[in-house]
């Protein structure tokens, strides 16, 4: 299934961040979100999901409108979103945290499962301490475990999702994004470093507008 951008244009505080930005994620695709800081990766990332209205325009989901709800709930099935800030609990630890999201996100998993996908992330020894005692970069492994879990997604959003993460972390994930690519997985994503192993890519550039 496709996810369509329309003609989308957002406004914040009376400055038009973007307007008319048309594209298209197909299976197998992926898209660097690009732009300076401030230009608006994040408000489209937003828009995208569904959980910002665009000021015009409209996001489809394999050619319906997300805002239908059984498109919604399809949408719902078939997203990952990674915001900037993670949503990770720092009450809670790796385990509760992603034993959370799963039941959140109506994934069924066990708890071998989640034990062996902290590990996979390099979190062995710190699944059960809470996360404000982690690491930034630890936090933002406890983050993107939720690609490893939800097996049904065929399309993620991620919002900076290799920030902080160290020369191994970058690795691991871009390995994990070309193997979702390779089963027919759409990714949009931003990153203010280059990607690293990650080929044939299509940039997407927003200009920052005074
Ligand atoms: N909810 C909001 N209300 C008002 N202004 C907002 C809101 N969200 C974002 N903005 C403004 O919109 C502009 C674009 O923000 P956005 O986070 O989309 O940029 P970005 O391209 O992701 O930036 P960065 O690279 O710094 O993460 C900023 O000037 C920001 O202050």
């Known amino acids: 299934m496709s996810l369509e951008a329309v003609n989308l ?3 914040r505080r ?11 994620l197909n299976a197998g695709e992926l898209t660097y979100l690009l732009g300076e800081n401030g230009a608006g990766k994040t408000s489209l990332l937003r828009i995208l999901i569904g959980f910002v209205e665009p ?24 997203l990952i ?7 990770v609990d720092p009450h809670a630890s ?13 994934v069924s998993v066990t708890q071998e499962l989640i034990y062996s996908v902290l590990a996979t992330l390099g979190l062995v020894g710190l699944e ?4 404000g005692q982690l690491s930034a970069g630890q936090n933002r492994r406890v983050a993107l475990a939720r690609l490893w879990f939800k097996a049904t997604a065929k399309v993620w959003v991620l919002d900076e999702p290799f920030t902080a993460l160290d020369v191994k972390g ?12 390779a089963r027919g997985g759409s990714v949009i994503l931003t990153s203010h470093q280059p990607l690293s192993h990650l080929t044939g890519w299509r940039p997407l550039e927003l200009e920052y507008r005074l």
Not at 55 to 71: E, K, P
Not at 128 to 131: H, L, Q, R, T, Y
Not at 170 to 181: D, Q, T, V
Request: with cysteine.
């Open 14 to 24: 009376d400055r038009v961040l973007f307007e008319q930005q048309s594209f298209t």
């Open 9 to 11: 244009s957002c406004v």
């Open 94 to 106: 790796a385990f509760e945290n992603s034993r959370f999201w799963c039941a959140q996100h109506g």
């Open 170 to 181: 970058i690795e691991l994930l871009e390995r994990h994004i070309e193997a979702f690519l």
């Open 55 to 78: 000021a015009a325009g409209q996001v489809l989901y394999g050619g319906s409108a997300i805002t239908h709800s059984d498109v919604r709930r399809k949408f719902n099935a078939e």
């Open 81 to 87: 979103y990674i915001g900037h800030k993670s949503a």
């Open 128 to 131: 059960d301490i809470p996360c």
